[in-house]
């Protein structure tokens, strides 16, 4: 096999793949890509067993058809260094020749007839969810996934399609996060999506995707890329019983005031205690050293009681930051209890810190 391409077009392609690669053990075939053939166009993949992408492109020029592996750090490294010109790519006696005018590297392979199949979306059941929707909505909760829990299942989104809507949902113990998206389906569902796969959704699909699943795997694909990953076998907290019935008290904030008032306070840190008065926010660093942050806000809060609770800083700016309006929700009960932060069709439920 032989092939040639610019530097920037096997750079941008190596870049993308890398988060699928095995990393700890360079002897395992995983931690090679796969180039093949396919018509006039070239194939790479890369897999590590869990998750995989494949990506189709005919900005590679084929001079002799065929297939080899390479090991996919090591390649990018390679193409990094080279000047931004031609590079050619040449399998020769079961050894890849890398090279570009004056320069030349070699790297090993392995048999390509060895590498791990990717599952088929051959008459795999379709989900119907716009899909431009579904990854912003993705974006929403990711922050409060979990990602070494010992429940496997809190390491991922669950997507929870029902009748007349279909829920988004993680949850790190401490906080959990929902983005409702309102859809038409006609039988129920529910998928454990691993939080590496949601992130790695997110960075290469911009635009409509076909989405299809099995009992083991979601893939999604578009017209270059085709991405798998495994599910999560396991049975996914009851979060509707997490939601508070109903709420006492409401206030509406100000987006922008409470990101420059948090933030203030968490040069000192992370851990702030709120308390609304009817005409003012103050907030307070809680802190065992002898240093103090303070600032406060005012505001109309409707309340005629003062009000306190406490809580990781982290948790309101990772739903603030998903915000898009000025203003955003905030509903509580008593200061120990969970209380909701929310916006439009996504909602946080954070849980306080109790002294």
Partial sequence: MKIRAQKQIIESILINLQPFLEKKDASQITSHLLFTTQDDKCVVKATDGEIGLKIVTDQINIDQPG??????????????????????????????????????????????????????????????????????????????????????ELNGALINIKEDATDLVGTDTRRLAIATIPSTNSEPLSLIVPKKAILEIQKLFLDQIDIFYDETNLIITNENYFFYTRLINGKFPDYQRIIPASTKHQVTLPKKEMIDAIKMITTISQEIKMTLLSDTIIFHSLSADNVEAKTEIELQTGLNDKFEISFNSRYILDFISQVDKNEFLMEFNEPSLPFIVKSDNFITIIMPIVA
Avoid: M, W
């Fill in 67 to 152: 297939s080899f592996t390479a090991h996919g750090k090591k390649l990018l490294d390679i193409i990094r260094i080279l000047k931004d010109d031609e590079i050619v790519l040449e399998l020769l006696d079961n050894t890849l020749i890398i090279k570009q005018k004056h320069s030349k590297f070699k790297l090993p392979t392995f048999d390509a007839n060895a590498y791990p199949s990717f599952p088929t979306i051959d008459d795999k059941p379709q989900i119907s969810l716009d899909s431009l929707s579904l990854i912003q909505n993705l974006k929403k909760i990711s922050p409060a996934i979990d990602t070494n829990n010992p429940k496997f």
